[in-house]
């Protein structure tokens, strides 16, 4: 079983930075896509960032955060941060758990960022 174990959150002022990590742990052969997805209070969970053969953003992060990987590390630099990037950070994985055709998608448990005015 694949775990994605995140951390890097916390309670910053806006304008201030944080940056979260997520590492896999367990028996895999390989991971493809990894990203990073919010759910704040009451709305649906959305993608921030990915990154695989390329990165993308949502709009409303652009210029502000940056997703990176080294090997099966990805982290996620945000910058500029506010109110309204309150929400519990999730990192998502499509694992090959096996050499083959199959993928497999993992989410970690979730961190907590909060952004105070």
């Known amino acids: 079983q694949v775990q994605l174990v995140e951390s890097g959150g916390g309670l910053v002022q806006a304008g201030g930075s944080l940056r979260l990590s997520c590492v896999p742990s367990?028996?895999?052969?390989?991971?493809?896509?990894m990203g990073w997805y919010r759910q704040a209070p009451g709305k649906q969970r959305e993608l921030v960032a990915a990154?695989?053969?390329s990165t993308n953003y949502a709009d409303s992060v652009k210029g502000r955060f940056t997703i990176s990987r080294d090997k099966n590390t990805v982290y996620l630099q945000m910058n500029s941060l506010k109110p309204e990037d309150t929400a519990v950070y999730y990192c998502?994985?499509?694992?090959?758990?096996?050499?083959?055709?199959?993928?497999?998608?993992?989410w970690g448990q979730g961190t907590q960022v909060t952004v105070s005015s």
């Open positions: 990154i695989g053969g």
């Open positions: 367990g028996s895999f052969f390989s991971i493809k896509q």
């Open positions: 998502n994985a499509d694992v090959q758990i096996f050499l083959g055709p199959s993928e497999y998608n993992f």
